[in-house]
């Protein structure tokens, strides 16, 4: 039977893994064999046992998970990791193809067959395959969790007998998947949630997680339903207006990406300086250059007074529902790949396949 | 006039102030002098500035604010402190006068009249003052915050086009304020929460802020609304219960404390065995021996999968709005112990007087 091998996350501080037990159980009643790096789900709280009772295998260095037919990870391979990949493998997971082009030339020439996730097209149909909105919802939740954990004030109204304290008011630019599950939780939690950004028309989604829409008159509307870079002019006059509205909040978790680009800066050092003391700015695009001029990538920093807060890789802080929503994922485009006696059946004509493949898709229906 | 001297907390990692530079203003509305030590306001936001614009001085060494008629702290004062008191010096804060007897006796023999606000009555009147209620309400809600941090799994339950995750559980041992707030946010943010207690009478507390009431069939009401100690019967029945209870939820918060008294263990060894990994233990009650039996007092452990977390202050850890209210409950305090002209009226037939005051109450009113 066709063997999907389960890798052991080494990047630092990843504690995701791309196959859960019960998944790996759904896997195996497909006819396919999972074999699993020892630990791969340590991080997530999974041990071994939990994977061999769902009759998944584990890995030895006679039968390593990355000579199997079909690899799954989460982070992307180093170049140590593809070169333990067989030719002919089958990889799927986060490649970052417009992050680092360069990586996947790499799995071309080692002649696998790369299906990055971040390239699934953003169809109906591959909903249920969209790793990049379910790790992107984790992010957002645990953004607003960690803004409300640096604020040194309360989220909700508190009405004691001594009197009230007023709501946080917390500022989301970037209503992406991420950005509306910010709202959405500082809402939940209680604090006055406004979202921006330069797409308008996303302000209904806004508005329907309970928050306010800041308008600031600007749009930029690209390809792919992703903004489109502002122009300069444009991008002078935004941060002008932003810098001034910023000043206003207690809270701002900024989520602006473009991908495969540097992330563009939406909270000036003059807005920070604007800004009261405590309050926070939680920055999620830290690894691509950061939205606010003074993140430091990884780091919190206090900036009179202001906490600029910039996490990395929020979901693999919340390993277990992170690795489970991915790994469905997965598994979705598993089950694409895969005929019904269990064979590899990769289809170069089917809209997904060909937008997620990028090295190695077969010419034809294997 | 009488003045009235805000310390700089010398306490490991305190960042609360006794008084906001907002409640300065109001003291001094009131025909007193504040005086501030420099730096006072600094871990919670406030810088010397904000005062000076209240209207408050800034000590120097010529005048210190412990020489002031009135003192405001938040944490006890040291016995380095207590010297630098004057005698007839009037001292209002937390005290911990039954954790710390000897103490109390040390500022009665300064000559102090201390006032600890966790003696003042829990009688209506006295409402506005209840510095314990605020504190614990900043407590509760941080905990919450805290377990949500520590889970590596969603609170509210999350749809998504693979499916969807159940919401995480989680049970409050203890349904004080602290309790009930944990309860209350941790439903906020779309957990399934259940409140505990060994009074019966607060289950329809916990059912009014959207927690389900665990019944165990225990019950122990004591002095003063408080939680009187179990029989060693009880305790054996009570812990065979929950320990059974407790491995059904995601996450578990203890806020059961005893005042004076080490707290009771709650969360047995065997009661953290029988959770699943992953799941969390946040215990407030660490710093009086924990209600959990593997809590280490002020540390994060992971014992079989499950984290157990030990804050010791929550309410330093989101210190401007702690302060905020600490304040007004001090100043609440403040004007029931001054006249109108603004001198000292401390009147001892005064039910909240005659309760708050530990050490050196007047005989008769000034």
Redesign the interface.
């Known amino acids: 039977a066709l063997s999907v091998g389960v890798v052991a996350e080494t990047a630092a501080g990843e504690?995701r893994v791309a196959l859960v037990p019960k998944l790996a159980e759904r896997v195996i009643r497909r006819g396919l064999r999972v074999v699993v790096e020892p630990g791969a789900g340590e991080g997530?709280?999974?041990?071994d046992e939990l994977y061999a009772a769902a009759g998944a295998e584990l890995a030895t260095a006679a039968s390593p998970a990355r000579h199997c037919d079909i690899v799954l990870t989460v982070t992307p391979p180093s170049d140590a990791d593809i070169a333990r990949l067989a030719r002919g493998t089958v990889l799927i997971g986060f490649l970052d193809p417009l992050g680092a082009p360069q990586r996947i030339e790499a799995l071309r020439e080692a002649g696998v067959t790369a299906f990055a996730v971040e390239s699934i097209p953003r169809i109906s149909r591959a909903?249920?395959?969209?790793a990049l909105?379910?790790q992107a919802?984790?992010s957002g939740?645990r953004a607003a969790?960690?803004a409300?954990?640096r604020?040194?004030?309360?989220f909700?109204m508190?009405t004691?007998?001594?009197?009230t304290?007023p709501p946080a008011t917390v500022l989301v630019l970037g209503a992406g998947v991420a950005g509306l599950q910010a709202l959405a939780?500082a809402k939940?939690?209680?604090a006055q949630p406004t979202g921006y950004d330069v797409r308008p028309e996303v302000a209904e989604q806004v508005r329907s997680v309970g928050a306010q829409w800041l308008d600031l008159g600007i749009e930029a509307i690209g390809e792919g339903g992703y903004a489109r870079e502002l122009t300069d002019d444009e991008r002078a006059e935004q941060q002008r207006r932003l810098t001034e509205a910023i000043g206003g909040f207690d809270v701002v978790i900024t989520t602006a990406l473009v991908p495969g680009r540097t992330a563009p800066t939406l909270v000036t050092a003059e807005a920070v300086h604007g800004m009261r003391?405590?309050s926070v700015v939680v920055d999620l695009a830290g690894a691509t250059g950061g939205n606010c001029a003074l993140t430091e990538a990884g780091r919190d920093v206090v900036v009179d007074?202001v906490t600029i807060s910039s996490p990395l890789n929020l979901p693999a802080?919340?390993?277990?529902?992170a690795s489970?929503?991915y790994a469905?994922?997965l598994v979705?485009l598993l089950e694409l790949l895969v005929d019904a006696e269990g064979r590899l059946a990769i289809d170069p004509a089917d809209e997904i396949v060909a937008g997620a493949c990028v090295a190695g898709l077969p010419e034809e229906v294997a």
Chains 1, 2 share one sequence.
């Not at 604020?151 to 309360?154: G, M, N, Q, S």
């Open positions: 504690r997530a709280g999974l041990p909903q249920a395959m969209d909105s379910s919802n984790v939740y969790l960690l409300a954990q604020a040194p004030r309360f909700p508190l004691t007998a001594a009197g304290v939780t939940r939690l209680g003391p405590g007074g802080e919340m390993p277990l529902h489970e929503l469905r994922n979705e």
